[in-house]
């Protein structure tokens, strides 16, 4: 057999190895980890025990036939697996007393596990809380331990109490089911956990009684920790017996629940060691270390081993840690950092990842990790009509059960007509099917997941939702996760980055099989809200996010100083504050009436007097120094008891003056380096560059502008209003990022008008009549808002989309109203731009042309609001846009045509005197210039305004510039006196504005 490395079983993950020794057929373990330990023996003898009782093979030496001596067992040391018995999948344990030392047990009340501070921890010693001794007891004892999410037994226990009547929670049930079962379940496990049985116990409070009729309904698969400890129990009293091991327990048994007392009488208790401060003699640490400890301490300051300060912000506070261990490196594997913050912990991560320092690992257990929102998102997919941002955003996470390429094009069709079935979906859609049939290697797969996930049965919103539909969903993405997390694990080169994406969809494979069982339990269908809750269970617990991995040599993070089990040298404490811990479901009397019942149930009391003993050892552990760094949100939130006793000292000892810490942010300022010492940090200066001044004048070389060869009715807008947008624009082609994201609820609902519009009257021919066109646009828009406007199809929407489509309905009435009786007995809806300007080819189209049989026509453009701003434009002459469409027409037509605007929320006509809309009443005719006379001054001012692009002249932002610089006829485009918190048009929808100093950048 050779010299072997014996692996504790209950320390590692293993992978079996088969081997044989003296003709007996074994398996060794082998740890996935790195070694811990090496300790090497001389073969020994090996004999192969079974655990089964009932076994009748004589060939195999079942323990309760050939060891009956309990004290000659417990001296098994590593478990192993063996299948030389054909009746029994038997365990083998090392029979020698002197193969391996016992099995340290150092376990507290208090829950939790505790850090290692060395890169070769004992693997014979094992600390922590209860579900870590109840780990190692399953372990041993080969019981079964299975990972149950506590959301499965909550549905087991609110349909076991779903139809119980005459308890005290009836209308807590009618209620919130949910809730109360979850409440309940937690209740029953405690009591479990304490002794109680089940019964009906004499002078126990009436919901004692209740618990125990819905005992007899709960049939329970999934075992709590009571029933898992009483399985421990069991195996005891049947005669498995564990390894050699001493259990030091810091609380005395008598302080635990009647259930681990059962198990704990059965082990080997030894009395825990002693935990004395390390600090130097006569140092502050030590001083404080006494105080946290009860014992009576005169009040002391601070010395170079015991540090206090104070931060204006968390910013700087990692900043400031960060700077302090990259000057004290040669300690740095040696420090802990105490941070129960996770977002911060992350945060100083990632400052010492910046600087080049070994990183310490600090993770943060999140619901919002990208790929736990498939599930939820998809499930919003089985919902009709489909909110649009939902299906945004799934198609926008990283990882996805789609191509990238192909969730670019739908979510950029979303972005322009955000709705599931819009005319850019289908677009997109079908190209990406007709795409998918000529792909070589997979013909046809793409578009038979398009749609699997998109053309699936869906549910109306706002009603209940078939249980088989939701379910089917659900394992949906069960198995897209499992299966591409299995390819991820399947590569060769798997990346740190890559296995936690893998651990995270394992996990989310895990939510959703788990959401569609429960589902499948509600009965045939779900509501929404139940439906939420659900969800919101399954995904309690999220998933671990380690943006940055532990490194070797760097420092440990924990999350309470009760982890610390280890002497250290240095303890950085950031932040003083730490939650509350969770207070007593059960009143006083209640407690009483138990514990007379002989049910001794702990209030709190117990369990947090070990969690501060146990932080009390983590603190005393520090050999060396101690940082404290108050944060600005500690005075909102619960002080630690122990730094309120060790600040409480300092306090008392700088009487009569209050004590302040020195706040972190002056000593930077002032460069005290060393004023915390040994926290030694690093300052230097910086010049902050300011952000992007106010800009109007721009030096760009004329040789690196041209003039277009097209030119359309905004661009010329915009080339009088602001050269500088123009320039960026068409000349240096800047875009904004491409973001696929929804428009803002004004222009959806004015590209909602426009589309409907453009359907009811887009087809030419003669106009239909006044209720004919009501009729039309009230189905049409029905029909077409689910899909282009789904945002506006949501239930919480239901008023506003009624209100918007009688809004549609009144301007369709006017609007054919007008237009009849101007004699127009025709339309084109989005008519070509034709003609020309400035030389140029004229491009864009028309919102509304209409036609007389005279030969008449009627330039007509639609806007969704803007009432007085389209009011002044035609009285003051600003209609430029407008003049551009209709000197267009005037170049087929031969003379200018009548024009108009139509608001459409207003259901308000404005029209010229100058150049009427005939239909329009006179009273109605607005004081204005004719639209010839409009197109004449634009295009003089556009001529006369152009120094910038034929010469070295400045290209000047106009609306930063003085009134007094703008060149004649600016005021056509551009606003003279602004309101407050007013801006220019040409500002309003421009993504320029960082680069001009307008908008500054943060």
Not at 183 to 198: A, F, I, P, T
Request: hydrophobic share 40%.
């Amino acid at each position: 057999m050779g010299n072997r490395r014996l692996v504790h079983y209950a320390t590692y993950y293993c992978r079996v190895a088969k081997i044989t020794t003296e003709n007996v057929e074994c398996d060794v373990v082998d740890s996935y980890d790195k070694p811990t330990q090496v300790r090497t023996h001389e073969p020994r003898a090996i004999k192969p025990y079974c655990r089964d009782n009932a076994c009748q093979d004589n060939a195999c030496h079942c323990r309760h036939d050939r060891r009956s001596d309990r004290n000659a067992a417990a001296t098994d040391a590593t478990c192993v697996t063996a299948a030389s018995s054909p009746h029994c999948q038997s365990r083998l344990f090392f029979a020698n007393n002197d193969m391996l030392p016992p099995t340290q047990l150092i376990i507290r009340l208090a829950p939790g596990r505790v850090q290692a501070f060395s890169d070769l921890p004992a693997i014979d010693r094992i600390q922590g809380g209860p579900a870590v001794l109840l780990e190692w007891l399953e372990t041993q004892l080969g019981l079964p331990q299975s990972d149950v999410h506590r959301a499965a037994r909550v549905m087991q226990f609110a349909d076991a109490i779903a139809n119980m009547t005459g308890v005290c929670f009836e209308q807590s049930i009618a209620a919130d089911r949910w809730e109360t079962a979850s409440e309940l379940l937690q209740r029953r496990d405690q009591l479990m956990l304490c002794g109680w049985d089940g019964t009906i116990l004499d002078r126990c409070p009436r919901i004692a009684g209740d618990l125990a009729l819905a005992e007899k309904q709960y049939a329970g698969s999934f075992p709590s920790e009571a029933e898992r400890v009483a399985a421990v129990a069991e195996a005891l009293d049947a005669g498995q017996v564990l390894p050699n091991h001493e259990l030091k327990l810091t609380e005395p048994i008598d302080l635990w629940p009647a259930a681990w007392q059962r198990v704990l009488s059965r082990l080997n208790v030894c009395d825990p060691d002693e935990v004395s401060p390390c600090s130097p003699e006569l140092s502050s640490l030590l001083a404080a270390a006494n105080t946290v400890r009860g014992q009576t301490t005169p009040s002391f300051d601070c010395d170079s081993s015991l540090r206090v300060a104070q931060a204006r912000s968390e910013t700087a506070a990692v900043e400031f840690v960060a700077s302090v261990l990259s000057n004290s490196s040669e300690t740095l594997s040696r420090t802990v950092v105490y941070c129960e913050d996770d977002t911060m912990a992350v945060r100083l991560d990632a400052c010492l990842q910046r600087i080049g320092i070994p990183t310490m690992g600090a993770s943060l257990q999140t619901r919002a990790h990208p790929v736990l929102q498939v599930l939820p998102l998809a499930l919003e997919l089985c919902w009709d009509p489909v909110d649009p941002q939902c299906l945004l955003d799934l198609l926008t996470l990283p990882v996805i059960p789609f191509p990238r390429p192909a969730a670019s094009a739908l979510a950029r069709a979303l972005s322009e007509e955000p709705g599931l079935g819009s005319g850019a979906w289908q677009d997109a859609f079908d190209s990406l099917c007709e795409t998918s049939k000529h792909d070589v290697d997979h013909p046809d797969k793409l578009k038979e997941r398009l749609h699997e996930w998109f053309c699936a049965e869906r549910s109306p919103r706002g009603q209940p939702i078939p249980t088989n539909l939701m379910a089917r969903q659900c394992r949906k993405v069960a198995k897209w996760a499992i299966g591409r997390a299995t390819l991820i694990w399947r590569d060769e080169n798997l990346s740190p980055s890559d296995e936690q994406v893998a651990i995270a969809l394992r996990e989310a494979s895990r939510q959703a099989s788990l959401l569609g069982d429960l589902v499948e339990l509600a009965g045939e269908s779900i509501t929404q809200p139940q439906l939420g809750r659900l969800l919101e269970e399954v995904t309690d617990r999220g998933v671990e996010s380690k943006p940055c991995l532990s490194d070797a040599g760097g420092p440990v993070r924990v999350r309470s100083l009760s982890e610390i089990a280890d002497r250290y040298d240095r303890l950085i404490w950031m932040g003083t504050t730490t939650s509350d811990t969770k207070s007593s479901r059960w009143s006083v009397k209640q407690l009483a009436d138990f514990a007379a019942a002989g049910v001794v149930i702990d209030d709190g009391t117990h369990a947090l007097r070990s969690l501060r003993a146990a932080e009390v050892r983590g603190l005393c552990l520090a050999s060396s120094t101690m940082l404290v760094i108050e944060l600005p949100q500690n005075a909102e939130e619960r002080v630690h008891p122990l730094w309120l006793a060790i600040r409480e000292k300092i306090a008392v000892h700088r009487q009569p003056e209050k004590w302040t810490p020195a706040a972190i942010e002056d000593l930077i300022s002032h460069s005290e380096v060393d004023a915390l010492s040994p926290f030694v940090f690093a300052c230097k200066t910086t010049n902050i560059q300011p952000p992007q001044p106010l800009r109007p004048h721009w030096d760009i070389p004329a040789n690196l502008l041209r003039d277009r060869e097209s030119v359309s009715a905004s661009e010329l807008e915009d080339r009088l209003a602001c050269p500088l947008k123009w320039t960026l624009n068409y000349q240096a082609k800047l875009r904004s990022s491409d973001i696929a994201s929804l428009p803002d609820e004004f222009r959806l609902r004015g590209n909602l008008f426009h589309k409907i519009l453009e359907r009811v009257f887009g087809g030419g021919g003669d106009l239909p009549t006044e209720d004919d066109a009501a009729r039309l646009v009230e189905q049409t828009f029905d029909e077409r808002l689910p899909l282009d406007a789904a945002p506006l199809a949501q239930p919480e929407k239901r008023v506003e989309s009624l209100r918007l489509k009688n809004e549609l309905v009144k301007a369709a009435r006017l609007f054919v109203r007008t237009l009849s009786a101007g004699g127009y007995r025709s339309v084109k809806i989005e008519e070509p731009v034709e003609g020309s300007a400035f030389g140029k080819e004229l491009r864009g189209s028309i919102d509304c042309l209409a036609s007389s049989n005279d030969g008449r026509e009627a330039v007509v453009d639609f806007k969704y609001a803007g009432r007085k701003k389209y009011y002044d434009m035609v009285t003051k002459g600003k209609s430029v846009q407008l003049a551009t469409y209709a000197f267009s027409r005037s170049q087929s037509n031969g003379s200018f045509p009548a024009v108009a605007y139509l608001v459409l929320s207003d259901g308000t006509i404005f029209t010229p005197i100058g150049s009427p809309l005939s239909g329009v009443p006179t009273s109605q005719v607005i004081d204005g210039p004719s639209i010839e006379r409009v197109w004449n001054n634009f295009a003089t001012a556009i001529a006369g305004a152009e120094g910038w692009l034929t010469t070295d002249d400045p290209v000047p932002a106009r609306p930063l510039q003085s009134i007094d610089d703008w060149p004649d006829g600016s005021e056509l485009v551009l606003i003279e006196q602004l309101g407050r918190g007013e801006t220019q048009s040409v500002c309003r929808y421009c993504d320029f504005k960082r680069l001009c100093g307008m908008e500054v950048t943060r």
